[in-house]
């Protein structure tokens, strides 16, 4: 049988990505220590992988394919295939964003203003290649981590790092001067991997259920059902994805309406519904959107 080598990316987007590919429907279980865990498909292979390397090891065909972030693939400039967008990071379904950032009471404003000065980061190419392109001399500094106390330390002028909830950045008194680039979580695959018919499918398999488990997060259900005279005050308030299912009740003038509406807008939706004549309104939540 033929398999899949699939590189799961080892720290922050670790658990939010084994997360996803369990609401997708493959269970990856990590055993203390072990880098290949088992997955419940015969097909793939898994390995992890360290975020920052892993675009390499898709490149060179060590791994088929693999999900790591968007700065990593930019910085290394791999020459990979990108399959999809994923939108999450650590904690969120957003992007992370890479800034620029000094202390607090720096008198720093503006990207200019760091002609001559020295800038610590992980992510030194992509850094490096804004301030050319900006025309600003500077001198970036390699930080394996920790960055934002070098510059608090006095270390450095300032520092390009990720930011997702802005919570280390507050904690450490830093203010964002600009932000350089946003990144998400993308799945990418190896381009002779992805001209093999048969892995291009198993990728296609695995992108169209991470899209479509990750789709689902912000959107539920609403089922109610509504007196027929009360039907377009009802579905005139509704949001939908398509147009909303409706169906008779049985030997009724009563009607059942169904919607699939984003999570956040149930709060407000549901008193209205209410007052409009709907009544047994149930929500319910999604695996897959596809
Ligand atoms: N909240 C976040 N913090 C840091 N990286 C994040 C976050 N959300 C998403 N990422 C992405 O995770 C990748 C970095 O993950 P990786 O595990 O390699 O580094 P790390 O988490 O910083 O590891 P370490 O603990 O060694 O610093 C990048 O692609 C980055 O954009
Ligand atoms: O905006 P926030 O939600 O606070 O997240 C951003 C922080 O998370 C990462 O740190 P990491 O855990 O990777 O530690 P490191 O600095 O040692 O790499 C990143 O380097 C920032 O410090
Ligand atoms: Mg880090």
Request: overall charge negative.
């Amino acid at each position: 049988m033929r398999q899949l080598i699939l590189g799961i990316p080892k720290g922050s987007l670790q658990e939010a990505t084994i997360e996803l590919f369990r609401k997708s429907g493959w269970k990856i279980s990590l055993t203390n220590r072990n880098y290949f865990p088992e997955i419940n498909d015969p097909e793939i292979q898994c390995s992890i992988c360290r975020a920052q390397e892993m675009s390499r090891y898709v490149e060179n065909g060590t791994f088929d394919a693999g999900l790591t972030g968007k700065d990593w693939i930019l910085e290394n400039d791999s020459d990979v295939h990108v399959v999809a967008d994923l939108i999450y990071s650590k904690v969120s379904q957003r992007p992370a964003r890479w800034v620029l950032a000094v202390p607090y009471d720096s008198p720093v404003q503006d990207v200019g203003d760091l002609e001559g000065k020295k800038i610590a980061t992980e992510l030194v190419n992509f850094t490096r290649r804004y301030f050319a392109e900006a025309g600003v001399r500077v001198d970036v500094e390699f930080s394996w981590g920790a960055t934002e106390a070098k510059v608090i330390a006095g270390l450095c002028d300032a520092i390009v790092e990720v930011t997702e909830t802005g919570a280390t950045m507050r904690a450490n008194g830093l203010r964002i001067v600009k932000e350089l680039m946003l990144t998400n979580t993308q799945l990418i695959a190896n381009k002779t991997a992805w001209n093999d018919p048969w892995k291009r499918e198993k990728i296609e398999q695995i992108s169209l259920l991470l899209q479509a488990a990750l789709r689902a997060e912000d959107l539920v259900g609403l089922k109610m059902n509504v007196p027929k005279e009360k039907l377009n005050d009802v579905i005139e308030i509704l949001p939908s994805l398509t147009s909303p299912t409706t169906a008779h009740l049985y030997q009724s003038d009563w009607l059942s309406v169904e919607v699939v509406v984003s999570k956040h807008t149930v709060r407000e939706l549901v008193p209205q519904l209410l007052k409009r004549g709907a009544v047994g309104i149930i929500e319910y939540s999604l695996n897959k959107v596809i």
